[in-house]
């Protein structure tokens, strides 16, 4: 019987870094965490502890601190491309770097109605990401937002389902329509102003959420997906996830008093669990 060794990887993740940025009248706060992922020559260090080739992990960790310094300046995108480039140019051994990058978003607090220069408030669960992958020439940029909460009281039905001896569930054509939302882009172009792309095209998302006449999760999904691709050409492809968030009406009628739609029960769990990716045909 012969074995070999398929698929490999290895890297360092959750790299916890942050960064002040320091303008002259304000300070930027930045804080991320970030992933590589390395592919190459690596069959021997499995196969036989040959580790003449491996850049250990804790070197992998301290490039990504050494060049936060002067190349995390911008973008999570921009450093991203930095770092993947900076792996695969001194390291002849990897045929493949991927890395992912998360980014927990600060606010600069307002103080009399001005963002105060040095103090922040977080954004909550939302976080924006990217990956980054450099096989040889060939780059990827994909960049996304994670655990976006959006809400919608009304403009959300679920109607017309399949009924059958286990049916319990009761048609609606107005109900509140919830989900934290992961959705995953990525550019046919390497080069962009990712900043200003990624605020349009989170922008995009959220007024299509708003806007839509809901009939499910899935219809407002691809609507969603639709109108960031319909607006940016440097978008090939779009992916979403969107968890049902279930508010369940309350029964009222037991304490004798109707609920018009007004008080319900949020569930965590179970809950649906909707993914879709769009794509140009
Ligand atoms: O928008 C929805 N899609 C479903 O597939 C589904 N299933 C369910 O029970 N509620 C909902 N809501």
């Known amino acids: 019987m012969k074995i070999k060794l398929g698929e490999n990887s290895y890297g360092k993740h959750a790299i916890q870094l942050s960064k002040i940025i320091r303008h002259a009248d304000y300070h930027e706060f930045r804080q991320i965490a970030v992933n590589t992922t390395l592919e190459g020559a690596f ?12 850049l250990p992990t ?15 300046k911008t973008s999570i995108e921009a450093f991203g491309l930095y770092l993947a480039n900076y792996l ?8 493949r770097v991927q890395v992912d990058i998360t980014e927990h978003l600060w606010s600069r607090i307002p103080v009399d109605g001005q963002p105060h220069p040095h103090a922040y408030t977080g954004n909550g669960p939302e976080k924006r990401t990217t990956q980054i992958i450099q096989a040889g020439d060939h780059i990827a940029v994909s960049a996304g937002i994670q655990d976006l909460l959006i809400l919608k009281t009304t403009d959300s039905a679920f109607e ?5 001896t286990y049916t ?12 934290q939302c992961t959705a995953t882009w990525s ?17 995009t998302l959220l007024r299509s959420f708003a806007q839509h006449k809901s009939l499910s999760v899935q219809q407002t999904l691809y609507d969603m997906g639709k ?3 319909e607006a940016f050409e440097r978008v090939q492809e779009i992916s979403l996830v969107m968890p049902n968030i279930h508010h369940i009406p309350f029964n009222l009628e037991q304490f004798g008093m109707q609920n018009n739609n007004e008080i319900f029960m ?15 045909d």
């Open 43 to 54: 069959e021997t260090a499995y196969t036989m502890g040959d580790n003449t080739r491996i």
């Open 58 to 72: 804790d070197t992998q960790k301290n490039t990504v601190y050494a060049l936060a310094k002067e190349h995390f």
């Open 88 to 95: 695969t140019e001194h390291n002849p051994q990897i045929n």
């Open 160 to 164: 017309h389902y399949i009924r059958d």
């Open 168 to 179: 319990t569930l009761k048609e609606t054509s107005d109900r509140i329509l919830a989900t």
């Open 187 to 203: 550019y046919n172009n390497p080069q962009q102003d990712f900043n200003a792309l990624f605020n349009e095209i989170r922008t």
């Open 227 to 229: 109108a960031v691709l």
């Open 266 to 280: 949020a569930t965590s769990a179970p809950y649906g669990y909707i993914t879709g990716t769009i794509t140009r």
